[in-house]
């Protein structure tokens, strides 16, 4: 391993020079002082050795070399002492392009940029970040994308060699393990002791993390070797990137499940994190028109068109229920799926259905122990741990295979049944809607029509969660028909993804000249508004609608559980979970950062004229928050 | 669920012996007790309901009332899903009778129709 042997001679050479430096200097001043040398010829005379202070060539370069190789356009962070060589490589060696630098106010809001991202470009986003203090900033996001199966790629820095510590703070912000923190809930992570591992660590790192299912990297960039000087050093080499073919289901797994749902008389397809292509959600068109089977759609990715006739989502409880056949396709809660669990005192659940269940998830192929992120067990008759996917096309074929005329007969016929149920469930939304339409608090629903009126002629993209915060308002309303219209949520249902996500997903629709859209809630913006300010400073376009019910409701919800089955009256379930005395002024935080605010918006007649002076900045490449005080849900 | 329907139904509509006379229900009061006793958070703040498929369905529309009172009454003492229960310790009768009062007045809304960015 000759790159190992020359890592190992250019550390210990680097110490031992350093050392020596110290130690001639250390000998040499006493010396002169006894001398009796004035300070004036002290300090035009040189010293007997000069101590090496620069390098044109720090091992820093070497390591943004690796990151260009890997295509990063950006990369995201708190500015941190741990990495500060790697950083200066970044804007002067670098050029501060692929990736340029952008600065956050908050790790947690660098891997959350990173996360949302990824769901829109499908490429990975760099961070930076402390081994120590900021990677504990960081970890909830690390852990929401995990959950998620969004790859980052993490570089730590650390200072793992105790001798050369400089401070105090060295010390405070150095670790022996620093990936140990995240081991739980990321992919692969490494420690290079040399320029050569850290090479080739990061390749096989990026490879890992993009092939499914994906979850993020970390890996530990030592600052010695960063700050090494790597002038006329030789045989540094950056490994080509390749990528895995992720895995697919067997071929006779797949045929068995290709018979099951040509056998079946009343199936059920559930989407759960599935798509990442356009291809995908091609796929499952088609595998759902060739079928006549209607499909529910999960929310997690954007899998199905939601206009599409076989798009049932809104019947999900009825068509489960009836269902002799349910078939996951990377659903993370099948339990969940196809059992009522009680929330009253004592647990209890139910089974909803006798359907046979099938599933196609690459869920088990990541499975950790201490986060348990994994969900209930639910036992299934056909299994398939493999990428959804990856899986498609070739089930598809499978199906293909094994159509007949009769069967495409009786298909046509279990079509022409479902056939004007998807129009059904989007009327009934309209009229849902158009309750409290005049309301004050405004009504969400009211909210999302007066937004989609504005954005429907749009290329328009919602970098927000479109579910269970919005009463899935905008999934009812609006008209979702390609990957990019929403990235999902956060996974792991932690808060203070939403805003920086939200400018990372904006971040990467700037250069396809999207609109995009940020439904945010209050709670979820306070965690780290200051991610408000990294839209400003970079210019990225994003319009931010608060959701403003002054309240982390949720919460509200569940303390008001607590205090019913308690037996004590709900009357005090706002102490601790409220957002309000004072209001959060939420326009002039926005314009405190930079960034036009408008509002509060208190008057659902005030919405369209707000909306519309908003998207006009946001056309010019500004980011606008409006703040708009709306009903809980 | 549908057997404690049906007794809290039978039940209800039976004035108990030495009952009070039954004060008339107080819309305005139903109000101020929809919001205080946390009704809203799920039914939003007319009653026009709360989330709806395919993600976390809960708190259906309330107003304007359809549901009878002996219903709405038999509900809240013992609910299922994820409604937590109301006792009469924390919640009296009248209360209800009140929030059933304020939910028949909230008038019903436009037409889809007349509404145009609903159609």
Not at chain 1, 121 to 136: C, N, R, S
Not at chain 1, 199 to 212: F, G, N
Not at chain 1, 575 to 597: E, F, H, R, V
Request: contains cysteine; proline residues 7%; charged residues 20%.
């Amino acid at each position: 391993m000759p790159e190992n042997k020359d890592s190992q001679v250019d550390r210990r050479s680097f110490l031992s020079g350093a050392a020596t430096s110290a130690a001639a200097i250390a000998a040499a001043v006493p010396a002169a002082l006894a001398a009796g040398q004035s300070q004036s010829q002290k300090e035009t005379e040189p010293p007997a050795k000069v101590e090496v202070q620069t390098t044109d060539r720090p091992g820093a370069d070497f390591m943004i070399d690796v990151f260009k190789s890997l295509g990063f356009d950006y990369v995201c962070a708190n500015p941190g002492s741990a990495f500060r060589s790697i950083q200066e490589s970044v804007i002067n060696y670098g050029g501060n392009s692929k990736p340029e630098f952008i600065t956050c106010c908050h790790e947690e809001s660098s891997v959350a940029m990173g996360h949302g991202y990824f769901k829109v470009e499908g490429k990975p986003m760099l961070v930076f970040a402390h081994g120590t203090v900021g990677l504990q900033h960081a970890s909830m996001a690390v852990y929401n994308a995990f959950c998620d199966r969004v790859p980052v790629f993490i570089v730590l820095g650390n200072n793992l060699n105790a001798a050369t510590r400089r401070s105090a703070v060295d010390w405070l912000h150095s670790v022996q393990d620093a990936a140990a923190l995240v081991r739980d809930f990321t992919k692969f992570d490494d420690s290079p002791v040399s320029l050569a591992q850290f090479a080739e660590s990061s390749v096989r790192a990026y490879k890992i993390a993009m092939t499914a299912p994906s979850a993020p990297v970390v890996l530990t960039a030592d600052a010695e070797l960063s700050e090494i000087s790597i002038t006329g050093r030789t045989g540094l080499t950056i490994p080509k990137l390749g990528f895995a073919a992720p895995p697919a289901g067997d071929s006779a797994s797949v045929a068995a499940l290709a018979a099951m749902l040509i056998e079946a008389q009343t199936p059920v397809i559930v989407a759960g994190r599935l798509a990442r292509t356009q291809g995908c959600m091609a796929h499952l068109v088609e595998l759902a028109e060739l079928l006549q089977v209607p499909v529910v759609d999960s929310g997690a990715r954007m899998n199905f068109p939601n206009r599409h006739p076989l798009n049932l989502s809104g019947n999900s409880r009825a068509l489960i229920e009836n269902a002799d056949l349910i078939l996951g396709l990377e659903v993370t809660d099948f339990y969940g799926l196809v059992n009522n669990i009680s929330r009253q005192l004592e647990y209890s659940s139910r089974p909803l259905t006798k359907a046979k269940l099938a599933s196609i998830s690459a869920g088990d192929r990541l499975a950790k122990s201490n986060f348990q992120e994994f969900q209930r067990y639910q036992p299934l008759d056909l299994d398939i741990a493999a990428d959804g996917e990856a899986t498609l096309p070739s089930l598809v074929e499978a199906v293909q295979r094994l159509m007949t005329p009769d069967k495409k007969r009786a298909f046509q016929a279990r079509g022409a049944k479902l056939a004007g149920q998807q129009a059904s469930i989007l009327a009934k939304a309209r009229t849902d809607a158009s309750y409290a339409w005049d309301a004050c608090p405004i009504s969400v629903a009211r909210l999302c029509s007066e937004l989609w009126a504005q954005i429907k002629n749009e290329d328009w993209c919602l970098a927000s969660q479109s579910g269970t915060f919005v009463s899935n308002w905008p999934l009812r309303l609006w008209d979702f028909d390609r990957p990019y219209r929403h990235i999902g949520g956060s996974g792991g249902a932690g808060m203070g993804y939403g805003a920086p996500a939200a400018v990372g997903a904006a971040l990467a629709n700037k250069k396809h000249g999207r609109l995009t859209v940020n439904i945010q809630t209050d709670g979820d913006l306070m965690y780290a508004p200051g991610v408000l300010w990294t839209a400003a400073h970079h210019r990225i376009p994003l319009l931010t609608i608060m959701h403003n019910n002054r309240a982390y409701h949720q919460e509200l919800m569940e303390v008001q559980i607590a205090a019913n089955q308690h037996n004590r009256g709900i009357d005090r379930a706002h102490i601790g979970t409220t957002i309000d005395d004072p209001n959060i002024d939420y326009a002039k935080l926005a314009q405190s950062m930079g960034m036009m605010g408008i509002g509060p918006i208190e008057q659902p007649g005030d919405l369209a004229s707000a909306i519309r002076r908003g998207i006009e900045t946001v056309k010019r490449g500004e980011p606008v928050l409006i703040d708009v005080v709306t009903q809980p849900r | 669920m549908k057997t404690l329907l049906a007794i809290a139904l039978t039940f209800a509509s039976v004035p108990l012996a030495g009952q009070s006379p039954v004060k008339a229900a107080d819309a305005e009061n139903g109000k101020k007790l929809y919001v205080a006793d946390g009704c809203y958070q799920c039914h939003g703040r007319q009653g026009q309901g709360g989330s709806s498929a395919p993600v976390g369905s809960y708190g259906p529309r309330l107003a304007p009332a359809k549901l009878p009172l002996e219903a709405l009454r038999a509900y809240v003492r013992h609910p299922s899903g994820g409604m937590p229960p109301y006792t009469a310790k924390v919640l009296p009768d009248a209360a209800i009778d009140d929030i059933y009062a304020f939910l028949k007045s909230v008038p019903a809304p436009p037409p889809v129709k007349d509404i145009p960015l609903l159609n």
